[in-house]
């Protein structure tokens, strides 16, 4: 049977890969964003993810054509940077407002459906910076450690219902993410110009890191998945990233993330 996927932020980079990718895998393709894209074989449809109206009418509109929804992908996101204490309230509230609270508007709505018929898988898109946060990009690692909490609390939830849910956690991807990071070096006076080389330092890794075709193709295969692990990471130095996250004691692994990104 043809499964119905839909994909969150699926006009461009790991989210446009994974619905192509689910696309592929012979998945009939929702993408759920503000803006349409054209890609052969996967239908846009038009939603804010931060409002929760616009959600529901999207997934209702799937429903109505479909009967029902196999698979969640939710990819929506960005990222902002900066030193904490200088960062504007409604810059920390945004960040939240999509990367979590979008989630949990498409979350929210397609529960029901898959409840009712016993069945369906949602992916969400977390990061590495969920286990090991990131100095100067505190509230993206906040948004992504919420994230790793949710999946694990939903997980319990809804497993009766026949429903499994799993964290996805990325390291560097080469995408258009890089470019649209929400950036303010405010204060790197004050902080000894440590701010914008912790983001440069970020940028150039995510300048070389992985294809977001592949990324894409990672997701699409979990996605596909009956069930896994709650929280999975997504290649292999960040798969050995959260094992040393996990055995090492928790002052060396944040003193190690401090040597690479808080100089």
């Known amino acids: 049977m043809e499964k ?52 529901k009418a999207a997934v209702q509109e799937v429903l109505a054509r479909e009967g029902r929804i196999d698979i969640l992908v939710n990819n929506a996101g960005f990222g902002i940077s900066g030193a904490a204490e200088l960062t504007d309230s409604r810059d920390a509230h945004d960040q ?4 979590l609270y979008g989630m949990d508007n498409a979350t929210r709505a397609v529960l029901p459906a898959m ?25 993206y690692s906040v948004s992504k450690a919420a994230i790793n909490a949710y999946v694990l609390a939903l997980q319990n939830e809804v497993r009766p219902f026949g429903i499994s849910v799993c964290a996805v956690m990325p390291g560097d991807i080469a995408s258009g993410f890089t470019d649209a990071r929400r950036k303010s070096s405010m204060g790197d006076d004050v902080y000894a110009g440590r701010i914008e080389r912790s983001v440069a330092v970020m940028e150039k890794d995510e300048r070389g890191g992985m294809r977001p075709e592949d990324a894409g193709a990672y997701v699409a295969k979990m996605a596909l998945k009956e069930s896994s692990k709650p929280l999975v ?7 050995g990233a959260a094992v040393l996250a996990k055995l090492l004691p928790r002052r060396l692994s944040n003193w190690i993330i401090g040597l690479i990104y808080a100089k």
């Not at 119905?4 to 929702?30: E, F, H, N």
């Not at 939240?96 to 990367?99: A, F, Y």
Request: positive net charge; aromatic residues 6%.
């Open 96 to 99: 939240l407002e999509l990367n």
């Open 115 to 139: 409840r009712r018929q016993g069945s369906g898988r949602i992916v969400c898109m977390s990061s590495i910076a969920g286990i090991l946060p990131i100095p100067f990009q505190l509230w």
């Open 4 to 55: 119905i996927a839909i994909v969150t932020g699926g006009s461009g980079g790991i989210g446009r890969c994974t619905a192509a990718a689910l696309r592929d895998a012979g998945c009939k393709v929702y993408e759920f964003s503000r803006h349409e894209k054209p890609a052969d074989g996967i239908t846009h449809l038009t939603a804010d993810m931060t409002d929760e109206g616009q959600v």
């Open 233 to 239: 990471a997504l290649g292999l130095p960040y798969k």
